[in-house]
Every structure is written in C-alpha cells, then in structure tokens.
C-alpha cells in the first residue's frame, strides 16, 4: 500500500513508466473518518472491483476534511486522526490512499476541472464508487449524474455505494460521534465493528502527572477529539503488551485548557513509554471532564477516579477486550 499526498505528487506518479495507475484504477471518494462498518462496505466494493477488472483499488480523502476548512473550530471532532486513518485502510486492503489538500484553490475547482484533473488526467479512473448524493467542485455544482455523464465519453463507469444500516438507521460518521459524545460506548462499537480507539505517539508533557502522585502517558491531538471526560481503558503497547488503565481526554481545564490531549495512567506499571506509539481502547465512562478550583482537589478527584476504575475492572475482568482491530 502507498499513500500519495497532493495533486503534484500524483501528477507525477502517473507520469512515470511503472507507474501503478497506467492502467488506470478502481477508486472511492470520502471522509472515511472512523472507517466504520459502512465504510468498509464501500471498501469491499472498490476491492472486488478493482480485482475483477486487475486494477489498484484507490481510496481518495482530503486534509483537513471540507467542514474543518469551512466551518473552522465549528467543525464537528474527529473520530480518529489522519494516521489513524490511513493505518486503517491500510488494515482493509486498499492499495494506494491519495490524500489531497483541501484548501481555497481546490475549493475554487469546477465540476469538471475536478473531473478532469483529478479523476481522469491524475488517477486515470476505470470505475468509481460515490453515493448519489455526492458532490463536489465549486459550490458543490458536480453530482452523480454529472459523473455517469461524463464517464460514458471518458471511459470510466461510476457506481452507488452500498448502505449499511443498524437498527433501522444508516451507519455514519455522525451517528457514531453522538453516541460517543454520550459515552455510548457498547452502540458506538456496533457501528464501528470494532471497539473505539486512539492509537499515538507518546510525547513529554508537562510531568504534573508525575508530581501529584499518578504518572501518564501523554498523547497530543491535533483535533478536538470525540470523546471527552475519564474513561477506564485497555492499552496495547508496542510489542503487543496488553495493561488496563485510565486516561483523562478533552483540554484538561485545571492545568491548561487549549491543546486537546489523551493523557493514560496505566495501573501496576513500570517503565517509560515515551516515543512508543500505543492504541487507547476506552472500555467505559466514569465522568465528564470538569474543571477543579485547585490542584489538591483534582488530585483527590483522580484518587477516586483510581478506586473507581479497580472496582469496575475487578467486575468486568472476565469481559476484558481491548483489541481494536
């Protein structure tokens, strides 16, 4: 699997001798945030596809996603980061993910310069798998029916997407983020296929962990994430070693309140984690996050939390899952 980042670089790739799209590809285009289990129908569809026809299966997404560039801080949280993301389509199958940015001249695009330029002259695409009710260019002036129009001159044919619903409802990016915002963890995994969970970088933080008592794996986040509040987790370490723990996410309001964070606490452990990149599985809601009028009183709150987090792993021991693939 590859990833291509930017029109350039795809540009370029298509140009070469060897290149792995000179016959063209069979390709999706969307968020694909969470890869859940509508997703991954989509998925298998563009791999059946593209291995009927020999061609690379192509997933297409964009950084940052079209509502973060227009709607800013406004724009719903992520269920997962771009990383993440690619390591789960890699997971799926999918032989190149082509990432391009989405910016003011992208946006400026026409239905037919997106069309041509991306679609035909870039990717040289075979088949593609959208919804009807995709759209894209300039004021979301393209549609499907602009796409089976021009692919039966082009030589390309476009087909809908498959819909994947649970309990009378379609799986999507959003039904899973309310439910998360709800701390409906058990409903959300239903939708996912697997349980919610944030894989990164361990990274120094400001060590106030350590000082008061309950040492934490911190990992930074680029976007406002899903889930806020304290949560008892599974972590899987790199090497594949499984510990229970606890972990606070949001913007930690006592001590900081601006870059939002994962900060683990794992239980009975020894040993420093900086720099491994571990996978946080949340297994269950024990608060929201709330702001403490001083250091002593979070430190008696996280005390709690602790006695709290033991009790529910000591009942829920032989219920232990905390791989997220």
Request: proline share 4%.
């Amino acid at each position: 699997m590859r990833l291509i980042r930017g029109l350039t670089n795809l540009k370029m790739l298509s140009r070469q001798v060897n290149s792995p799209l000179a016959n063209g590809c069979v390709a999706t285009i969307g968020n694909f945030d969470g890869v859940h289990l509508g997703h991954q129908t989509i998925i298998e569809q563009v791999k059946n596809k593209a291995s009927a026809l020999g061609l690379p299966s192509v997933v297409m997404v964009f950084e940052p996603q079209p509502r973060e560039f227009f709607q800013g801080m406004e724009a719903p949280p992520r269920l997962m980061g771009f990383r993440q993301k690619f390591e789960a389509l890699m997971a799926a199958g999918i032989d190149i993910v082509l990432c391009l940015k989405f910016d003011g001249t992208f946006r400026s695009y026409s239905g037919m310069g997106f069309i041509d330029n991306v679609l035909i002259d870039g990717l040289a695409v075979r088949h593609l798998v959208v919804g009807d009710d995709f759209r894209f260019g300039c004021d979301r002036a393209g549609d499907f029916a602009l796409l089976e129009k021009v692919g039966k001159s082009a030589g390309f044919s476009v087909e809908n997407t498959r819909t994947v619903t649970v309990a009378g409802e379609r799986i999507s990016s959003t039904r899973i983020r309310n439910l998360l915002l709800d701390s409906k963890l058990a409903q959300a995994e239903s939708l996912l296929g697997r349980p919610y969970h944030i894989r990164g970088r361990v990274v120094y933080g400001r060590q106030l962990g350590r000082r008061i008592g309950s040492p934490t794996a911190n990992i930074l986040l680029d976007k406002m994430p899903a889930l806020r509040g304290v949560y008892v987790v599974g972590v899987t370490l790199e090497g594949g070693v499984k510990q229970d723990g606890i972990a606070n996410i949001g913007l930690r309001p006592t001590v900081d309140g601006k870059q939002p964070a994962l900060e683990v606490h794992l239980f009975d452990f020894t040993g420093t984690l900086y720099g491994q990149r571990i996978d946080v599985v949340f297994r269950h809601g024990l608060r929201d996050e709330e702001k403490f009028e001083s250091i002593d009183a979070l430190k008696a709150q996280i005390a709690r939390d602790f006695v709290a987090a033991r009790a529910w792993l000591a009942e829920h021991s032989g219920h232990r899952n905390t791989d997220p693939n």
